[in-house]
């Protein structure tokens, strides 16, 4: 699978499909303020610290565009009649679940798992807000409502890219929002006009904001009385004036050539602190402000937490796969796949990333219906797989590690070293394994050291920590989904028995 020859992306979408070509156009207007290296990038599709990801991006709209795949990617918008994202769509029955994992999945394959707020991501978010907007209407008024279903109807429609901004920078977390030295660090409304709110403050930890179109902002953490101006709910595009994206980073920078670094250099996503510096945000673009309730109901009393990290455990699943793939080949080219030891850890191995895969399905399984006919994902199922991947990820990375020995480390300096003729003759034999040239060996090693060992898998091992929250809370919300009830009831039923 070819995943970034520029001439696989189309010039144009049949039926209106967004295609990476005009993903890549868009990317390339010198329009957002994001900053890089000390300096203004003007045009993040081809700077060098983005072309790689933002090609990878690309290929994802193409893939969604490819008429033999419409059934797969898309569903038809019930305002337009034309293809747009599956994730969109709102589910209604377990196939409807299933349909979703499908299409969410055929990307994750193109990317390897290793882009983690793809499109889909908030725009699963999205739909659960707009499948139960019930509660917007309830606890913010009717109008706000409509506009967040609006702005649903419209991401679909158009094939936006969003990307979010949900939790306040880490600054001084001992002191509460706005007890902090000034009132406005963790993004909050300094005032509202006749145009709209305006914005001021920092919000974190935005994965893929330099690449979108689009990034929410709003706050995950609870908020307590007191906080009210932090409890806002608001659509910003990436070039609203005042808006700044402060990128980490970019391991695309340190990859010496695609062949050294084959990951790296294609699926770093970035992540960036966002920055308004008032920023109106105009009343369309407001889903809700200065209420406290219904910025936490937002992410729990709608499926948007849940069909949101769907997607993710979905992701994680494909590259628990990938993962899988690169160990069983790394124990081929180092001839120990024939070990008992070896086949035990590896099977080890295989028995966790199956339950992940599984418990992917199972999320679907025990799905429950709202009042409103909408499919949540058993949430039980999602947060109990959630909560043990802080702990699983970094022990399958371990075990990986262990079975690779120096062989990640032992290869070529370059890629570039084949083409020396003065030392090719030692390398292809002395780097050479049963089956596989000495290129091979090292192409796939340095494709397992990118997964396991760079800087770009350093940072991968950081997000499955905590994409979904620091792992207590992730575990909080195990707690507030597991069905105590049948549990405590085995233990009445225990202490009730008779002689
Ligand atoms: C690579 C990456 C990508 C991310 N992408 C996004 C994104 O796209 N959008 C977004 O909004 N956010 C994103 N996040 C941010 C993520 O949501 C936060 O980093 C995460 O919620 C943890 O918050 P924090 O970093 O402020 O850690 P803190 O809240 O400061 O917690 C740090 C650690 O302190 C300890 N700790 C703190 N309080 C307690 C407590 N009460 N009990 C026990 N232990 C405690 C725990 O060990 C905890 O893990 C991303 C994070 C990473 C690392």
Known sequence: MDTHSPDLLSKTGLDGMRTGAEYLRK?????????????LVRDVANHPSYRGAARSIARLYDIAADPALRDVMTFTSPDTGKPVLRCYQIPKTKQDLADRRAMVTRW???????MGRTPDHVASFLTGYASKASVFDQLAGKEWGDNMRRWYARARDEHLYVSYAIVPPQINRSKRAHEQSDPYLHAGVVRETDAGLIIRGAQQLATGAVFSDYVYVSCIHPLQAGEEAYAFGVMIPVNAPGFKIYARRSYADTASSMDDYPLSSRFDEMDALVVMN????PWEDVFFYRNIALCAAQWWQTPAHALGNHQ???????????LMGLTKRTAEITGNIGVPPVISQIGEMAAYATIVENMVQMQEYNATLDDEGTLWPSRAALYAVMAIQTDLNPKLLNMARELAGGSMIMVPSSMRDFDNPEIAADLERYICSPGYTAQQRAAALKLAWDLIGSEFAGRHEQYEKFYGGASHLVRMNMFRNYDFGRATALVDQALSLKD
């Open 27 to 39: 990317l390339s207007e010198p329009d957002r303020n994001v900053y890089q290296n000390g300096e």
């Open 278 to 281: 008032d920023v109106l945000v």
């Open 312 to 322: 993710a455990q979905t992701r994680w699943a494909t590259k628990l796969r990938f």
């Open 108 to 114: 994750t394959e193109s990317t390897f798992g290793l």
